[in-house]
């Protein structure tokens, strides 16, 4: 990574080396000559500069205090506002020993290995265990109607039948 920066300083600074100075550029016609001599533009951006940074130092100065932040709800204390999982990990490294490793759920069914997710098994069960039923779920550019609609819930098998809800 230091390497990298080093690179990419060096890189920089060789291109602001080669860049070419506004009389160069005014002169083969790239950028249109100042109405102003160059010196009274450099006198300008020097003054904004300045005007920006005693803007930001005035800034700084008059920061509220922590508690005042806090008071007026800009910022949390800072007790509450350790998530509980840095906390354990903190007073477990204070007393010296390691926290345990907690165990995460996968990530979605897609983490899940092999494994299928069910409602993802029934389209290709039903056409398997009802082939009149294939054409209305799997052809394309038809209307699909539901196989499990409540007029075919009588031909299916009790596994396939989706759970009774009363009203």
């Known amino acids: 990574m230091v390497q990298r920066d080093m690179t990419v300083t060096s890189v920089l600074q060789l291109k602001l080396q080669q860049r ?7 002169s083969q016609g790239i950028m249109p000559p100042l109405k102003s001599p160059a010196a009274f533009h450099e006198q300008r951006r020097s003054l904004e500069r300045a005007r920006t940074e005693d803007y930001l130092k005035r800034k700084i100065r008059s920061r509220p205090e922590r508690s005042e932040l806090v008071r007026m709800h800009i910022l949390e204390d800072v007790g509450r506002a350790v998530p509980a999982g840095q906390a354990a990990a903190t007073e477990a ?8 490793r907690q165990d995460l759920p996968p990530a979605g069914p897609h983490r899940t290995g092999s494994q299928e997710h069910p409602v993802g098994r ?16 799997f052809r394309r550019g038809q209307q ?24």
């Open 93 to 100: 490294s204070a007393a010296g020993r390691r926290p345990q």
């Open 20 to 26: 070419r100075t506004r009389e160069e550029l005014v």
């Open 122 to 137: 029934l389209p290709r069960e039903l056409a398997r265990r009802f082939p009149e039923g294939r054409q209305l779920v």
């Open 144 to 167: 699909r109607r539901s196989v499990t609609g409540p007029a075919n819930q009588s031909r299916l098998p009790p596994e396939c039948r989706p759970p009774a809800v009363p009203f």
